[in-house]
Structure formats: structure tokens, C-alpha cells
């Protein structure tokens, strides 16, 4: 059996220094090679293993037979933005977990493929593109938020042929792909190619506004939109309610980012948006938003970046590839620690981070040993940065605006798990909002259901 | 886009927008602001909203020049556009009818009091207005302040307009004649409002402080706008502006709207020689 096939990456010495994609993508002849290793199993596990059930033999058998606008229609069938999921999904859990050549060690490097396929179209002129054929003008449907559940909700409604619009509160389109996910995992252009598509398809976008300030759910069903889909995201940032993290210096993840990819704080100041950056730099947690945090702290030219966590390695919930990637860019790991207050120095500026050791004991309710305290454990490091990546939950904003849509206790929107319906007639959600998985793919996943059910409940209406 | 349609200099880097915002405008209350970006490299900028026209879909905005971000903003001219601009964003002051007011405004505090002054008048209040600045020529709005207020009063660092000192001292003797004060409306720089809220602890009378704190997106998504209220922390941006004077921390306050003066202070430098090479 060939090997897999794995795709170049920037050194790491070289890529600490600048905010260019990390992997170099397939040339031709190692996707064609790759794509060859695939088994056409009859079963397709790999399918069961995708979230929107991406025909993966199918497009993988074309690849093989260099047909790659028909291999990336194949993908689009079931995933409507497969550069973007070719990069960031984690296939490791998903698809390739469950590739048959995966019992060896060695799937499919399905992702690889996907993002190949998706680049080369991408990179030809947009000019020799097939016209999208929509149905006849139907009803106004309004899409809030665009992250990719948005962004998936308004490319199949349109293609369905209602009148769609994208209500957005930031001054971009993309959500957490714009503002969280750094550049060198997911290149900007690559977003804006996809939603200068959805554009194309007749979507209307509508930047800086924020759907329960500037417009109110009841204003949208007066301007005549029968439908809203609710795709606000989790963007409300979790601190630890520590001592001390009010001090300059520290960070929410969320605000870290949105600093440096949003605001490009990395050009500053030709970007006129600053950010302070010390040289010693505490991550606290170790998710995705972690890593991404770590990694763009590196680049902006932190000596020593640390990653705090109170698990083990085992238990980290980034994605695999994202933790071989900090730790060999030199990310360095703290684990089994948790910290318990944040120091500063006279002028109110962190100066270090009081941390306790921890132990693994029995497994709690998340499924994953719960950790415990040392006593008498505590020590401090010296940090001047500390960033807050432990999570994030809805923000309450809508639901607080409108309090006819019901939230659980943690501002979830609550919806028929079948329908995305909201406990308001013709508002569905999905994505973030809702709970669940919290990927890119989940999302879109959401959206497409939510652009069947709105479909549905319009057609019934 | 926000087309700009009216464009006046009210006093040295202080300078009055009309804005084209009809769907801000018509949502907009006292107490609430936008955010603004000048073009596609610019920062994102809270400015309060100084006014509305809900049938003309007009906001008014205030700009005060202190760094480079809003040195782009005051340089835009009749005509221009703000790129973006965001809002109405905040909890609005309430407005009822509670007796006497006084709003205490320090230099460009006199924007944010405004509105809230003239719907106070408008719903039935006595209400007194206490403006100071450094200079008479600094001091903003000064009709518009009159024409909402039942007395005013003005203080100036050098004693060029009102009373020579601050603020803080006129309000503490119209408290300590025993004028019967229902609550005190204050904005202005943060050591200004903490000093209204010293003042009006002594005598006991409610305080509600407007606060500036470092904003990015104003809609509760990055936490860099919190503040210390009575122990508890809060997103300025969404829980706020206005907050009870006498809960806030304004030492952490302070302290937070410093975190980024070195560098803009470097920023600021390359700017002006940039201007000085043109
Ligand atoms: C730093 C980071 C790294 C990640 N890395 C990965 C990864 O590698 N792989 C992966 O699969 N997942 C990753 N995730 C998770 C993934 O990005 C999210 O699960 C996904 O983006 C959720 O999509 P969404 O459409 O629900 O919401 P979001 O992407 O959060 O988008 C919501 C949008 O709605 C807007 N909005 C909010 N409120 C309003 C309102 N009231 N009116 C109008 N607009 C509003 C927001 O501004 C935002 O643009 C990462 C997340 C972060 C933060
Ligand atoms: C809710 C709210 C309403 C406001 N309303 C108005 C208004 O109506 N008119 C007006 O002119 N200004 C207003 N401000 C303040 C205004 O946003 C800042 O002056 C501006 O952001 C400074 O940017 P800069 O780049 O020009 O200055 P910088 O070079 O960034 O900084 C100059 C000084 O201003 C302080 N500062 C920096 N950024 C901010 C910020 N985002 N908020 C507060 N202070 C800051 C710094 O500590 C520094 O001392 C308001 C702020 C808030 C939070
Ligand atoms: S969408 Fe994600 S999970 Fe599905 S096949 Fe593509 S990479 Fe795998
Ligand atoms: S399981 Fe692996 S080998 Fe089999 S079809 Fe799917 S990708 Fe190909
Ligand atoms: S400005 Fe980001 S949360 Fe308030």
C-alpha cells in the first residue's frame, strides 16, 4: 500500500515569522496519488464518519481521474464551502476516523483531497464558472449571523430560489472564520472567494447590523421576510473569575483575535488597531481558540508562549494536528495545571500567574477524568500576557432583545431537534447557538437542515 | 455606508457630524451610542449619539480629537462616509419624572449629557446643568445646554467662563446650600466622574456615570470593555454605558484606558511626521 500522502508545511522556524498559510495544499500529482489509495469500499464508512455526508469514494474516484470541477460538485452536493472544511474540519474525529486504511494508521487524507479540489477551483477565473440556475423569485427569508451555519442557510435558500438576506452585526462577513480562525490556518481570501459566491447567487449581505438593536425581529416581519434563520454563533467569551483578571494584559481569546485577524493588529499601524503583546504569554485552556491564541501570539513576536491546562495531553480538545503544529512552532505546555489568580505589578499590568498542580481522578460527567487539586502545589510563572481561551457561549443579546425565543440556562436557543423551529412561529436557528458540537462543519450541517425546514414550513404556509 | 451631511468645528479638535443613519435613528435613545470605522484600515471608534432625527433618519455625533483614530475621524469632510457604522448600541437612561436633575458634563461629557438632559427637561424634570472644561473655548454646546436646563452653570480650569476650578466644586456647594437634588447624571473624563460620585456619596443622592471604557465591538463579543461595578464585572457595552457612580471602580477604570498608550503614542509620532512630509 502507497503511503499517505501529507501535505508541506512552512517550516517552523520560518512560519513563527509570518501569518501565511502553514499547509501548502496538493499539487496535482500527490492529490491523484493520494487519491489512488482509496479502497471505493462499498460500505463507505468514511461517509458515516462526514456530519453532512459528503459522497467522499465518489469524489475521491474522480480526483483519480483528474475530473475536478465534477469532483468538486460531487463535494457541493453535500458541502457548499469545501476549502474551508478541507482545512478546518477535524476529519481526525470525523471522516478519516472512520477510513478503512485508518486501522493502519494511515486514512485517506480525505481533508487534503477536499481542500484540493476546492483551491483549484478557486484559483481559475471565476469568469468560466457554470451559472447557478435559481428557481423564480420566492419569499423573503432573512438570515442573522454569518458564521457557516449563516452562510449555509442563505446559499441553499437562495438556491432554492427565495429572496435571502444576510443580516451581519460585524463590519465583515464570516463570523468566527473572519474574526477567530487565524490566517494561517484559513486565509482570508479563501472566505471572501466563497461568500463573493453566495453573493453571486443573489444573496443580499448587510454588514453593521445587529439584529435586536439596529433591527428587531418584529421590524424584520414587517419589512415583508416570512422566514429568519438565527445563526448568531457562541461569541460571548467565558472568563475564570479569577483575582486579577481585570489587570492590563489580560485577554479573552475573543478579543485577542478579533485584534489580529479582524482588525489585521499584525499590520498595526498601517491597520490602525493596536495590540499589546508582552514576551512571556500565558494561553489558559486548550481548544482550538487556544492554540490559534498561542500560535498568533508566536507571531507577533512573543519570546515564550505557554499553554495552561488543567488535564493532561490526552484530554486536550484541539485538534490533533493543531497541537503537533504549536508544539513544533515551540509552544510550550504546562499541563496539569490550573491557574487560580493573576498577579500584577504596581501599575495594575500582569507580571505573573498563580497556578496550583493537578492530578487525574475518576471520570465526571464530561466523560474525562476529573482534575483535582494538589495542595500545598502552588507556584507561580512569571508571565506579562495572559489570554482566556476556555470557552465561549451564545451571546445573550437576541434572546434578551426578544424574549419570546426561548434559551435554556446556558442562552442556548432552544429548537425542535428535527425542524431547528424556535419556540416563535417561522424562526429557526442552528449553529453554535443551539449547542452542540461547535465545528465549522456542525454549523453548516445546521444551516442546510434549517434551509430544508424553512423550505418546508414555507411551502406549507 | 454613513454619508456625512453636515459638518461644524465647535471648538479646538472638537468637531459636530450630522450622520445619514435611518435605521439607527430610528431606533436611538438617550444613553445610547454607535460605533464608527472610517475606512478599511481605520479602528473601531464608540462615539456617544448626541442626537436623532427619527423622520430626517439623521444621527448627530461629537468628536473629540485625541489620537489617530479619531484625528481620521474629525478629518472627514460634507459628503464623506463613515465606512462603517454600528448601533444603536447600550442600554438607554432611563428617562422619568423624578424631580431635579443635575447633569454634570466635563469637556466632551457635554455630548453624551446632552440628549439626556433634553429628554429629561422634556419629561417633566427640573433639571440643572453643571458644564465645565478647561478654557471658555473648549466649552461645547453651550446654547443647546441653556436651552434644556432651568439653571446652568459653567466652570473653567482657568476661570475664563463660571466659576474658576471644577466641576466637582460646583456641585458640591449647590449641595451643600441643601439643594433637594433627586439624582445626578455625570460624564466626562473618568477621574471627573469620580469625583461627582465622591461628592454625591457625602450627601447621598444617586449618581449614574457614563463610561468610556476601550471598546472592539460593542456587542459583547470580546470582554475588552469591562469594568468593576459593585464587585461584579461587566461588558460597558452591552450592560452599560450608564452605571451607578457610586458601585464603579474607576481606578481599574483608568487604568484600562492606558493599556494601549505606548503604542498609539508611537503610532501618533509616525502620523504627524507622515503630515509633516506631505
Ligand atoms: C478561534 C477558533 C478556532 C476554531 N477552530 C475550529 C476548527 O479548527 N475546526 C472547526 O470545525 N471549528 C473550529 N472552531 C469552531 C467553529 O468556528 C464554530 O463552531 C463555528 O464557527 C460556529 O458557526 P456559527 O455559524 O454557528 O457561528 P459563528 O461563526 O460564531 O458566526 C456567528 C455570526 O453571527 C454574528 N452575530 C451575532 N449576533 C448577531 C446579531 N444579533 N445580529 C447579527 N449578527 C450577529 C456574529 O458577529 C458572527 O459573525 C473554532 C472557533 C474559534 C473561536
Ligand atoms: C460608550 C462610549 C461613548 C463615547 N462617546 C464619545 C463621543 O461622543 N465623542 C468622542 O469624541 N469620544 C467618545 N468616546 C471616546 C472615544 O471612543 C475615544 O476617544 C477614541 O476611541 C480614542 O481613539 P483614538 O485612536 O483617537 O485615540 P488613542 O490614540 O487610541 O487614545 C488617546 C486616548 O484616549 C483613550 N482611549 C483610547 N481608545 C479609547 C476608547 N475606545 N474609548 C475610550 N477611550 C479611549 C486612551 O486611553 C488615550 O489616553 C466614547 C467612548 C465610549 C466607550
Ligand atoms: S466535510 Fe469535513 S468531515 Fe466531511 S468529508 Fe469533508 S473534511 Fe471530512
Ligand atoms: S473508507 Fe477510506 S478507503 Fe474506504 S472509501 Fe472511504 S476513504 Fe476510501
Ligand atoms: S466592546 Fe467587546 S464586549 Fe464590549
Not at chain 1, 512560519?15 to 469500499?41: D, M, S
Not at chain 1, 444573496?203 to 438565527?230: H, M, P, Q, R
Not at chain 2, 442626537?51 to 461629537?62: A, F, K, M, N, S
Amino acid at each position: 500500500m502507497a503511503k499517505r500522502q501529507v501535505m508541506d508545511k512552512q517550516e517552523p522556524e520560518e512560519r513563527i515569522n509570518n501569518f501565511a498559510e502553514v499547509a501548502q495544499g496538493f499539487t496535482e500529482k500527490e492529490a491523484v496519488a493520494e487519491a489512488q489509495r482509496c479502497l471505493q469500499c462499498d460500505k463507505s464508512p468514511c461517509v458515516d464518519g462526514c456530519p453532512v455526508g459528503v459522497p467522499i469514494p465518489d469524489f475521491i474516484e474522480l480526483i483519480t481521474a483528474k475530473e475536478f470541477s465534477e469532483a468538486l460538485a460531487t463535494i457541493k452536493e453535500k458541502n457548499a464551502f469545501p476549502a474551508i472544511c478541507g482545512r478546518v474540519c477535524p476529519q481526525e474525529e470525523q471522516c478519516e476516523a472512520e477510513c478503512v486504511l485508518g486501522n493502519k494508521g494511515e486514512p485517506v487524507n480525505i481533508g487534503a483531497l477536499e481542500r484540493f479540489v476546492a483551491d483549484w477551483e478557486l484559483e481559475k477565473d471565476s469568469a468560466d464558472k457554470k451559472e447557478i440556475e435559481t428557481e423564480a423569485d420566492r419569499a423573503k427569508v432573512a438570515v442573522v449571523g454569518s458564521g457557516p451555519a449563516g452562510l449555509t442557510a442563505a446559499a441553499d435558500l437562495a438556491k432554492l430560489g427565495y429572496q435571502v438576506t444576510l443580516f451581519e452585526a460585524l463590519s465583515e462577513a464570516g463570523g468566527v472564520l473572519k474574526y477567530g480562525i487565524p490566517e494561517f490556518r484559513l486565509p482570508k481570501a479563501i472566505v471572501n472567494k466563497e461568500i463573493k459566491e453566495l453573493e453571486e447567487l443573489g444573496v443580499e449581505i448587510k454588514l453593521n447590523t445587529l439584529i435586536g438593536a439596529t433591527l428587531s425581529l418584529d421590524d424584520l416581519w414587517e419589512d415583508g421576510y416570512e422566514a429568519v434563520f438565527v445563526g448568531v454563533g457562541a461569541g460571548l467569551p467565558y472568563f475564570l473569575n479569577l483575582p486579577g483578571e481585570n489587570l492590563n494584559g489580560v485577554y479573552s481569546a475573543n478579543e485577542f483575535l478579533t485584534r489580529v485577524n479582524l482588525m489585521k493588529a499584525y499590520k498595526f499601524p498601517e491597520y490602525r488597531t493596536p495590540i499589546t503583546l508582552g514576551n512571556q504569554v500565558a494561553v489558559i485552556g486548550a481548544g482550538n481558540v487556544a492554540m490559534d491564541s498561542a500560535r498568533t501570539a508566536l507571531r507577533l513576536g512573543a519570546e515564550e508562549v505557554s499553554i495552561v491546562y488543567r488535564r493532561s495531553r490526552n484530554e486536550m480538545p484541539a485538534r490533533e494536528e493543531e497541537i503537533e503544529n504549536a508544539e513544533a512552532e515551540g509552544v510550550n505546555f504546562q499541563l496539569l495545571r490550573n491557574p487560580v489568580k493573576i498577579i500584577g505589578n504596581e501599575e495594575g499590568w500582569v507580571k505573573g500567574l498563580e497556578c496550583v498542580e493537578m492530578e487525574l481522578g475518576e471520570e465526571d460527567s464530561s466523560g474525562r477524568p476529573r482534575p483535582i487539586p494538589i495542595e500545598g502545589s502552588n507556584f507561580t510563572i512569571e508571565v506579562d500576557t495572559v489570554i482566556v481561551a476556555i470557552g465561549q457561549g451564545p451571546n445573550p443579546l437576541l434572546s434578551k432583545k426578544t424574549p419570546e425565543l426561548e434559551t435554556n440556562d446556558w442562552h442556548n436557543i432552544i429548537v425542535d431537534e428535527e425542524s431547528y423551529q424556535t419556540s416563535i412561529a417561522g424562526v429557526f436557528a442552528g449553529g453554535d447557538v443551539i449547542g452542540g458540537n461547535a465545528t465549522v462543519i456542525a454549523a453548516m450541517g445546521d444551516g442546510r437542515g434549517a434551509a430544508q425546514a424553512i423550505d418546508e414550513y414555507l411551502q406549507s404556509k | 455606508m454613513a454619508k456625512i451631511l453636515a459638518k461644524r468645528k465647535l471648538a479646538p479638535e472638537i468637531y459636530f457630524f450630522e450622520v445619514a443613519a435611518p435605521l439607527v435613528a430610528a431606533k436611538a435613545q438617550p444613553g445610547h451610542f454607535v460605533i464608527v470605522r472610517a475606512d478599511q484600515t481605520g479602528e473601531r471608534i464608540p462615539l456617544t449619539i448626541v442626537d436623532y432625527d427619527r423622520e430626517g433618519g439623521t444621527i448627530d455625533l461629537v468628536v473629540q480629537r485625541v489620537g489617530a483614530s479619531t484625528q481620521e475621524l474629525a478629518s472627514l469632510a460634507v459628503g464623506d462616509s463613515f465606512l462603517d457604522l454600528l448601533g444603536p448600541l447600550g442600554e438607554p437612561v432611563e428617562i422619568e419624572k423624578i424631580g431635579t436633575v443635575v447633569c454634570v458634563a466635563g469637556g466632551l461629557g457635554v455630548a453624551p449629557v446632552y440628549p439626556k438632559a433634553k429628554y429629561l427637561k422634556e419629561a417633566g424634570n427640573e433639571v440643572i446643568n453643571i458644564v465645565g472644561a478647561r478654557t471658555a473655548e473648549m466649552v461645547i454646546m453651550k446654547e443647546e445646554m441653556s436651552e434644556v436646563a432651568d439653571e446652568i452653570y459653567f466652570s473653567t480650569d482657568d476661570g475664563s467662563l463660571g466659576h474658576e476650578g471644577f466641576v466637582t466644586e460646583v456641585l458640591d456647594s449647590l449641595l451643600a446650600e441643601g439643594k433637594e437634588v433627586d439624582e445626578v447624571i455625570a460624564v466626562g473624563p473618568a477621574i471627573m466622574m469620580k469625583g461627582v460620585a465622591e461628592v454625591t456619596a457625602k450627601y447621598d443622592v444617586d449618581t449614574i456615570v457614563s463610561l468610556n471604557p476601550i471598546m472592539v465591538d460593542g456587542t459583547g463579543m470580546c470582554g475588552g470593555c469591562r469594568v468593576t461595578v459593585g464587585e461584579e464585572t461587566k461588558f460597558a457595552c452591552v450592560e452599560g454605558p450608564a452605571f451607578d457612580g457610586h458601585l464603579v471602580d474607576f481606578d481599574e477604570l483608568m487604568r484600562r484606558q492606558g493599556h494601549y498608550q505606548s503604542k498609539e503614542e508611537k503610532a501618533e509620532h509616525k502620523c504627524k511626521l507622515e503630515k509633516e512630509v506631505e
